[in-house]
């Protein structure tokens, strides 16, 4: 295949470039490639091509829970949304905390044959935060990482020894940071509308306290951490600081958390609710200086598709979780490249290149010799969000209507078109 005509998203610029593909690699780069016998062409005049898009924070919720989403549906939701690689989180039932749910996930996501899905395996047996779960055996199954997302791990000492076990397989932990005991059931961000709207609100304090342990642990054993859904200021200003020391600590947010803010909760809409909470402006504008800046290295969707009666029924009883694999591209076109902040460079280093390199995958940059994933997108098409139309199961995300930029094109994956279908 030949991609010709397209403005290529390199690491460091981007360059009118045609583009072969052959035997799921990066085959050749040139101003003009001319196409042998058998060579399908696409061209991409007028679009911008970029690596394969990386998230690295999605839940498939298959096993367990299919009927809010599974492997095939997630899968269609991701190439649709521009994505050629997914990490998986854990709490599934059973939770993928043995070789044996990582092996079904690699393998029921190579019969679906869309997107390359990465399974992350759990830090604690059943996700409990009692006993480590077997790390070396989930990391030779094909875990790329370890983490009990959804929950936190309550032990300093068992987040410890897990930090070192990871470390030592050569992989690290993805820490869902909230100290429950601060939290204690709040569902929105406290402040001013967690008072207007009568819920009970969520601190700050309670994201911030347990970065902040992450951070002495990393530094202390002088190991490699990640931040999950960074959401506060002041969680932000922890990772600069640690950044600045030498603590090797990669940080990650959701589109969520630079486009809205928490006055959206005020509509009692459970599609806003969200864990960690969608907060307020100055949270918002400290996010986006934190992505401008490095201090966070990524963006992820946190893909949490429910169905509709796990949202249908009072605010305080809904699940939280947004559905956002299908979103996640425009909103980062519309709110960090359309207006300024990233360049096209660094918006795929935070959708790509730096999810490639945390978590030690192929792909996330352009290059001759390296996969042959790639996303090509119309940056100035504007669209319409859609959730009654999404392919994931989950229709949950409280944008319908917000009109954005950049509409996928193509998705690539070794190779081969998977999106459109």
Same mark, same amino acid.
């Given at each position: 295949?030949?991609?010709?005509?397209?403005?290529?998203?390199?690491?460091?610029?981007?360059?009118?470039?045609?583009?072969?593909?052959?035997?799921?690699?990066?085959?050749?780069?040139?101003?003009?490639?001319?196409?042998?016998?058998?060579?399908?062409?696409?061209?991409?005049?007028?679009?911008?091509?970029?690596?394969?898009?990386?998230?690295?924070?999605?839940?498939?919720?298959?096993?367990?829970?299919?009927?809010?989403?599974?492997?095939?549906?997630?899968?269609?939701?991701?190439?649709?949304?521009?994505?050629?690689?997914?990490?998986?989180?854990?709490?599934?039932?059973?939770?993928?905390?043995?070789?044996?749910?990582?092996?079904?996930?690699?393998?029921?996501?190579?019969?679906?044959?869309?997107?390359?899905?990465?399974?992350?395996?759990?830090?604690?047996?059943?996700?409990?935060?009692?006993?480590?779960?077997?790390?070396?055996?989930?990391?030779?199954?094909?875990?790329?990482?370890?983490?009990?997302?959804?929950?936190?791990?309550?032990?300093?000492?068992?987040?410890?020894?897990?930090?070192?076990?990871?470390?030592?397989?050569?992989?690290?932990?993805?820490?869902?940071?909230?100290?429950?005991?601060?939290?204690?059931?709040?569902?929105?961000?406290?402040?001013?509308?967690?008072?207007?709207?009568?819920? &009970?609100?969520?601190?700050?304090?309670?994201?911030?306290?347990?970065?902040?342990?992450?951070?002495?642990?990393?530094?202390?054993?002088?190991?490699?951490?990640?931040?999950?859904?960074?959401?506060?200021?002041?969680?932000?200003?922890?990772?600069?600081?640690?950044?600045?020391?030498?603590?090797?600590?990669?940080?990650?947010?959701?589109?969520?958390?630079?486009?809205?803010?928490?006055?959206?909760?005020?509509?009692?809409?459970?599609?806003?609710?969200?864990?960690?909470?969608?907060?307020?402006?100055?949270?918002?504008?400290?996010?986006?200086?934190?992505? &401008?800046?490095?201090?966070?290295?990524?963006?992820?969707?946190?893909?949490?598709?429910?169905?509709?009666?796990?949202?249908?029924?009072?605010?305080?009883?809904?699940?939280?979780?947004?559905?956002?694999?299908?979103?996640?591209?425009?909103?980062?076109?519309?709110?960090?490249?359309?207006?300024?902040?990233?360049?096209?460079?660094?918006?795929?280093?935070?959708?790509?290149?730096?999810?490639?390199?945390?978590?030690?995958?192929?792909?996330?940059?352009?290059?001759?010799?390296?996969?042959?994933?790639?996303?090509?997108?119309?940056?100035?098409?504007?669209?319409?969000?859609?959730?009654?139309?999404?392919?994931?199961?989950?229709?949950?995300?409280?944008?319908?209507?917000?009109?954005?930029?950049?509409?996928?094109?193509?998705?690539?994956?070794?190779?081969?078109?998977?999106?459109?279908?």
């Amino acid at each position: 295949m030949i991609v010709r005509n397209g403005s290529v998203v390199f690491s460091d610029r981007v360059e009118k470039k045609d583009i072969r593909l052959a035997a799921g690699k990066i085959a050749e780069i040139a101003d003009k490639i001319s196409p042998e016998k058998g060579e399908e062409v696409i061209d991409a005049a007028g679009l911008h091509v970029f690596p394969g898009l990386i998230d690295m924070h999605v839940h498939l919720r298959e096993p367990g829970f299919e009927y809010k989403e599974d492997i095939e549906s997630g899968s269609k939701a991701a190439v649709k949304g521009g994505f050629t690689q997914i990490c998986c989180m854990p709490n599934t039932s059973p939770v993928a905390d043995n070789k044996v749910v990582i092996s079904y996930i690699r393998h029921r996501a190579e019969e679906v044959g869309l997107c390359k899905v990465r399974p992350i395996g759990a830090i604690t047996k059943g996700e409990a935060g009692e006993k480590l779960a077997d790390i070396g055996e989930m990391k030779k199954a094909g875990a790329v990482a370890i983490s009990d997302d959804g929950t936190a791990v309550k032990s300093s000492r068992l987040m410890r020894l897990a930090m070192e076990y990871a470390s030592g397989f050569g992989i690290r932990c993805l820490c869902h940071c909230e100290d429950k005991e601060l939290s204690d059931n709040g569902v929105v961000n406290e402040g001013y509308n967690s008072t207007l709207a009568g819920l &009970k609100g969520i601190p700050r304090a309670a994201e911030d306290v347990s970065i902040a342990r992450e951070l002495c642990l990393a530094e202390s054993l002088d190991v490699p951490v990640h931040i999950c859904h960074v959401s506060t200021f002041s969680g932000v200003r922890l990772i600069r600081d640690a950044k600045r020391a030498g603590v090797k600590v990669t940080a990650e947010t959701c589109p969520h958390y630079f486009a809205a803010t928490d006055d959206i909760v005020t509509g009692f809409d459970t599609n806003t609710k969200v864990n960690p909470p969608i907060r307020e402006e100055k949270d918002r504008l400290a996010i986006l200086e934190g992505l &401008k800046d490095g201090t966070i290295d990524c963006i992820v969707t946190d893909h949490a598709p429910h169905h509709k009666n796990d949202k249908n029924v009072e605010y305080n009883l809904a699940a939280f979780g947004i559905s956002g694999l299908e979103t996640s591209f425009g909103f980062a076109v519309t709110y960090l490249y359309k207006t300024g902040i990233l360049t096209l460079p660094e918006l795929a280093a935070r959708m790509s290149g730096n999810p490639a390199f945390i978590l030690g995958l192929e792909g996330g940059k352009i290059e001759v010799g390296g996969a042959a994933d790639l996303t090509i997108a119309d940056l100035d098409e504007e669209w319409t969000v859609e959730p009654e139309k999404f392919l994931s199961k989950g229709k949950n995300n409280p944008f319908g209507g917000r009109r954005l930029y950049g509409a996928v094109k193509y998705t690539i994956v070794s190779g081969d078109v998977k999106y459109p279908f």
